[in-house]
């Protein structure tokens, strides 16, 4: 069989390069584009190595490692060890990955099988596998649209991930729990006691209260005559503003305390209100209030270790 060498360098140095910008955005690396070419060049010099006398030691362990780190450190530089060492662990991981899917895909679909001495093996062409270049022609494409489109959003998603909390308010014998967002734009305080506001969906107190309940949570004007429901005693009107609107109100229900789970400490807080909001706060579900920032201060709040 007739081996083209160019075409076979020149798929491996798509792959390589391939593989150091996944790589890349996997870590959130900010890193320039000819490190990435300039290592792929280096990393795909190993195809034409082969067939040189160095080229039997490119099989022992030790210059495989040897070639890793250079690869990596040519595409990353050092900086610190540990960055050093994340960087060369998660190329090795894609690699690995990405390697084992082409490696499935291929024999999945190989139909041109033998068997020689009791080994199986298949047949393929001097040009590459058919999926390696599939895997180029598809995944740079892919790559470009992570890297432009969606990696600022996985990173918006991540710092929200940080910022949840458990949340648990009492209504006397009646708890609610529920996925909180910590939000250092949330600056709502009731006018009079100064008390922070935190922000509660109206749908949260479902297993308290019946749907009727609720709905009367957001009828402001009526607050006076609401003496029948259950939470009148704890109802308060909060003044809000939201940019491009007049001053709005907000009903708002005193519970006897909150308890905020945050970094493995837990917060109890009595002095603190819970404004109802009738609308979504999460599109995906993730959270269903906001919590107010100062309610996770200890000097705001008993702290339970």
């Known amino acids: 069989m007739t081996i083209y060498l160019d075409v076979i360098w020149f798929l491996n140095f798509c792959i390589d390069v391939l593989l150091l910008y996944i790589t890349a955005i996997a870590l959130k690396r900010?890193?320039?584009?000819?490190?990435?070419?300039?290592?792929?060049?280096?990393?795909?010099?190993?195809?034409?190595?082969?067939f040189t006398p160095l080229g039997s030691l490119f099989y022992k362990p030790w210059m495989k490692l040897l070639f890793s780190l250079t690869i990596v450190f040519i595409a990353f530089g050092f900086k610190r060890l540990p960055y050093f060492l994340q960087n060369f662990f998660m190329f090795?991981?894609?690699?690995?990955?990405?390697?084992?899917?082409?490696?499935?895909?291929?024999?999945?679909?190989?139909?041109?099988?033998e068997v020689l001495e009791g080994v199986m093996i298949s047949k393929t062409t001097g040009y590459g596998s058919t999926f390696s270049w599939l895997f180029v022609l598809i995944g740079f494409p892919l790559v470009w649209y992570f890297s432009k489109q969606q990696i600022n959003q996985i990173e918006v998603k991540q710092v929200q991930?940080?910022?949840?909390?458990?949340?648990?308010?009492?209504?006397?014998?009646?708890?609610?729990?529920?996925?909180?967002?910590?939000?250092?734009?949330?600056?709502?305080?009731?006018?009079?006691?100064?008390?922070?506001?935190?922000?509660?969906?109206?749908r949260a107190l479902q297993s308290i209260l019946s749907d009727e309940m609720i709905a009367t949570l957001s009828k402001v004007e009526e607050i006076g005559m609401m003496v029948d429901h259950p939470f009148a005693e704890r109802m308060r009107i909060v003044p809000y503003r939201v940019v491009g609107h007049d001053q709005q109100f907000l009903i708002a229900l005193k519970p006897d305390y909150v308890k905020i789970k945050?970094?493995?400490?837990?917060?109890?807080?009595?002095?603190v209100l819970v404004g109802i909001n009738h609308s979504n706060l999460s599109n995906d579900g993730d959270y269903q209030c906001i919590v107010h920032p100062k309610l996770i201060l200890t000097n705001h709040g008993k702290k339970l270790a």
């Open 30 to 50: 900010n890193v320039k584009h000819w490190r990435l070419i300039v290592a792929g060049l280096f990393a795909s010099s190993i195809v034409l190595l082969l």
């Open 92 to 113: 090795y991981f894609v690699t690995f990955m990405t390697g084992g899917g082409l490696f499935a895909l291929h024999f999945f679909w190989q139909s041109d099988v």
């Open 161 to 202: 991930y940080d910022q949840l909390t458990e949340v648990e308010i009492s209504f006397g014998e009646k708890l609610v729990h529920v996925k909180g967002l910590i939000d250092s734009g949330n600056q709502l305080h009731d006018p009079i006691t100064r008390v922070p506001v935190m922000i509660l969906e109206a």
């Open 262 to 271: 945050s970094n493995e400490e837990e917060h109890q807080i009595k002095k």
